[in-house]
């Protein structure tokens, strides 16, 4: 197919769209644990309720389930992959009381932010 002026200007709107919808992409790097809070799992997804979703119903299998990771109790937003994954190995490599730290500055509770995230 040859490229008139009109597909031409129909593909720089849809490429156009294509950049602002990937310009508003958030991710998130989140800290999770379990009911007693003595296990933590930091992790990242592009979308904090369906993965909230998928650590209170059980829906993956492997250390969140096995553990019972539940609530997240802290999380960071991010509009790129990049720069989330850059944030998530940062949190991973801090110590335990860092973490806690981190989590305390923002939820001192503890408490379950899925519910004011739905």
Same mark, same amino acid.
């Given at each position: 197919?040859?490229?008139?002026?009109?597909? %031409?200007?129909?593909?720089?709107?849809?490429?156009?769209?294509?950049?602002?919808?990937?310009?508003?992409?958030?991710?998130?790097?989140?800290?999770? @644990?379990? /009911? @007693?809070?003595?296990?933590?799992?930091?992790?990242?997804?592009?979308?904090?309720? $369906? $993965?909230?979703?998928?650590?209170?119903?059980?829906?993956?299998?492997?250390? @969140?389930? $096995?553990?019972?990771?539940?609530?997240?109790?802290?999380?960071?937003?991010?509009?790129?992959?990049?720069?989330?994954?850059? $944030?998530?190995?940062?949190?991973?490599?801090?110590?335990? /009381? /860092?973490?806690?730290?981190?989590?305390? %500055?923002?939820?001192?509770?503890?408490?379950?932010?899925?519910?004011?995230?739905?």
């Amino acid at each position: 197919m040859r490229s008139t002026p009109l597909t %031409s200007s129909l593909r720089a709107k849809r490429s156009n769209l294509y950049y602002q919808i990937m310009e508003q992409k958030q991710f998130y790097v989140y800290i999770a @644990t379990n /009911k @007693t809070n003595t296990v933590l799992y930091v992790g990242i997804t592009n979308n904090i309720i $369906r $993965r909230g979703y998928e650590h209170k119903q059980e829906l993956v299998s492997g250390f @969140t389930s $096995r553990y019972k990771i539940h609530k997240i109790v802290y999380y960071e937003i991010f509009s790129t992959a990049l720069e989330a994954l850059t $944030r998530e190995k940062q949190i991973k490599g801090g110590s335990r /009381k /860092k973490k806690i730290d981190l989590i305390k %500055s923002m939820n001192s509770e503890f408490k379950d932010l899925y519910e004011d995230l739905v």
